[in-house]
T-cell receptor, first 114, second 112 residues
């Protein structure tokens, strides 16, 4: 079974630009969660999508948005990039976290904002 | 809001010794407690989990204990090896807001 795939692996953007990150979950997984991880920091929850609906949201500004498609693939968008948005963005798929199904993480997209 | 406190932030142990990482959660409705290991430059991976109806669970050199009354759970690693060096994250599934609440992570260093 293929794992969680995130593209691209690396991204360099300029302040003020916008960026879209992609996540393909494990086949059969309907939940996709997104996390931000900065150096030395933990996992900051962005949002979770389940069957194309945002089911949960963390404490991030509205510049961070996402969506999920009918095939469970998910995209995350960050608009008006700031230097502080530089981080590793991880997505994780699951059958359904509400049933205590474990999260399977992708390798992440490392975003650098200059 | 709900939170999970994780201690220590850094733990250095001699190879072969045991390591213990502790987490305390605030939501009494939490019922699921996973532990993830993140090696340097890699993605977090589940290493063990425990549900609220169980007090202890073991998997080879790794064990997790849960004290529901005190609302804390711990990860125990015995006979530590160099490959145990990583950042370990605990989490608690909050039944109140249907979300995994994460600890801040513990960097485990195994000294040769």
């Amino acid at each position: 079974k293929a794992g969680v795939t995130q593209t691209p692996r690396y991204l360099i953007k300029t302040r003020g630009q916008q960026v879209t990150l992609s996540c393909s979950p494990i086949s059969g997984h309907r939940s996709v969660s997104w996390y931000q991880q900065t150096p030395g920091q933990g996992l900051q929850f962005l949002f979770e999508y389940f069957s194309e609906t945002q089911r949960n949201k963390g404490n991030f500004p509205g510049r961070f948005s996402g969506r999920q498609f009918s095939n469970s693939r998910s995209e995350m968008n960050v608009s008006t990039l700031e230097l502080g948005d530089s981080a590793l963005y991880l997505c994780a798929s699951s059958l359904d976290p509400r049933n205590n199904s474990p999260l399977h993480f992708g390798n992440g997209t490392r975003l650098t904002v200059t | 809001g709900e939170n999970v406190e994780q201690h220590p932030s850094t733990l250095s142990v001699q190879e072969g010794d045991s390591a213990v990482i502790k987490c305390t959660y605030s939501d009494s409705a939490s019922n699921y407690f996973p532990w993830y290991k993140q090696e340097l430059g890699k993605r977090p991976q589940l290493i063990i989990d425990i549900r609220s109806n169980v007090g202890e669970k073991k998997d080879q050199r790794i064990a997790v204990t849960l004290n529901k009354t005190a609302k804390h759970f711990s990860l125990h690693i015995t006979e530590t090896q160099p490959e145990d060096s990583a950042v370990y994250f605990c989490a608690a599934y909050s039944g109140s807001n249907y979300q995994l609440i994460w600890g801040a992570g513990t960097k485990l260093i195994i000294k040769p």
